[in-house]
């Protein structure tokens, strides 16, 4: 009874389950935040590069088993199919008889430097393996980074278009009346009806060009294609100055950065092979003891059941071939101690070119944003004159066309800036 209890509840929870291990697949509303922590667990690359640790972990238990007893049994039978033989002048013949025998026999490494060393050797590529890992993380989440402050600075700008495209649309019926009442020239509307066909279409190539950021956005978070996805941070939320100026002036802590990291467990490891080839020239130790038993027992036996031998192996000449290796490693060690201080030099000028990137595209977006404030002062201006008849069509598209490219340059601004800061960051190992 209890049985068939357990084996309905288990049938029960299965589905739950089944459905708790995929990916969601509903609409998903993410901030930025939200959106790394999807990312990091969702993320089919990153899953592919999380299982290099396992496979890691499997190949020390490989390597700590060869320190481990090892212990074999055999099963034999054989038969003579009862021959008969005598020994030469003698009339007498002796029958062979069926043997069988069961052994039992267990083997014990006692000391290897090479073992030892070997098994601290794969624990430092498992570290090496865990810190790609996490190198690999961090590139995914640059990228959902910029994606999520790419669609926020596209939809911002789409919705700017539109604003502007129902504005001209309004000047477009004005001029129109203005020209059945006699007011306004032909020209003038269709200057207008220009203008507004223009917008149409930027806004068509804008909606494109959002929509194919979303799948790229949704490729990085393993969603499934067409899973509606919603962003509810604002992009003034991460337009704060004061954080900007703050991270240009921070200090570089170089041992922070997965890079080098990597590269000081690489020089580890490096020296790791150093000693393992050293470990070639010391002796090894090891112990056997086995254990027979006739199962079929002949008439004459004088086989030990009991056996057990200690071997030491002493390495004497192997031809130079092992100082060869030895020289090999210590080559490759000092390649990696030149490669470590050469990344050293290469990551500290690298944060001084991203400060200095993220200071300029601060002023840029500053100048940028002052921009927008002028152009639209004088687009409103425009407006007015060109209302009153002070002004023709053509100047009022110029304005228009002005404070557009004003808001295009702003947006560009405004991503530059942003991706400056998370390339500061990355750099830093501060992606949150």
């Not at 049985?3 to 708790?20: D, E, G, H, N, S």
């Not at 396992?54 to 003579?80: F, H, K, V």
């Not at 996805?229 to 802590?253: G, V």
């Not at 004459?300 to 290796?325: C, E, W, Y």
Request: hydrophobic fraction near 35%.
């Amino acid at each position: 009874m209890k049985k068939r209890v357990l084996i309905t509840l288990i049938a029960f929870f299965i589905p739950w389950i089944v459905q708790a291990q995929q990916v969601p697949s509903g609409p998903q509303s993410l901030s930025l935040e939200e959106a790394i922590r999807f990312a990091v667990e969702h993320n089919k690359e990153l899953q592919t590069s999380q299982m290099d640790i396992e496979l890691r972990d499997a190949m020390i238990t490989e390597a700590i088993s060869q320190g481990l007893p090892q212990i074999n049994g055999t099963l034999d039978y054989s038969t003579n199919f009862r021959h008969k033989m005598s020994m030469p002048g003698s009339t007498q013949t002796t029958t062979l008889e069926d043997q069988s025998t069961a052994s039992l026999s267990v083997s014990q490494l006692l000391f290897s430097g090479q073992w030892i060393i070997g098994l601290q050797t794969s624990k430092i590529a498992k570290s090496i393996t865990t810190q790609q890992v996490g190198i690999t993380e961090q590139d995914i989440k640059e990228t959902v980074y910029n994606s999520y402050y790419t669609i926020l600075v596209s939809e911002r700008l789409t919705e700017t278009v539109k604003q502007n495209l129902d504005n001209m649309s309004e000047i477009e019926t004005h001029t129109t009346n203005m020209y059945k009442a006699g007011t306004a020239e032909v020209t003038d509307v269709d200057q207008i009806k220009i203008t507004v066909g223009l917008l149409k279409n930027s806004l068509l190539a804008m909606e494109r060009t959002i929509d194919v950021n979303y799948n790229l956005l949704r490729l990085q978070l393993g969603l499934q294609a067409g899973t509606q996805i919603h962003l509810t941070d604002n992009l003034n939320d991460f337009l704060h100055e004061d954080n900007f100026l703050k991270l240009s002036l921070q200090d570089f802590d170089i041992n922070k950065n997965t890079q080098y990291q990597l590269m000081q467990t690489q020089e580890d490891l490096q020296k790791k092979m150093v000693v393992l080839k050293k470990m070639a020239y010391t002796p090894t130790l090891s112990a056997r003891y086995g254990y027979t038993h006739r199962l079929i027992e002949p008439s004459l036996d004088f086989s030990p059941k009991h056996s057990a031998t200690i071997t030491m192996n002493i390495p004497v000449f192997s031809g130079l071939q092992r100082k060869a290796q030895l020289d090999q490693e210590k080559i490759s060690l000092e390649q990696s101690t030149l490669t470590k201080s050469f990344l050293e030099d290469q990551l500290f000028l690298q944060e001084e070119q991203l400060k200095f990137t993220l200071k300029n595209t601060l002023e840029d977006y500053n100048l940028q944003k002052e921009n927008i404030r002028v152009a639209k002062k004088v687009l409103e201006n425009y407006q007015h004159k060109y209302n009153a008849g002070v002004v023709s069509s053509l100047d009022l598209t110029q304005a228009n066309n002005n404070y557009l490219q004003a808001e295009n340059n702003y947006t560009s601004a405004c991503l530059n800036l942003l991706q400056s800061q998370t390339q500061l960051e990355k750099l830093y190992n501060e992606l949150k």
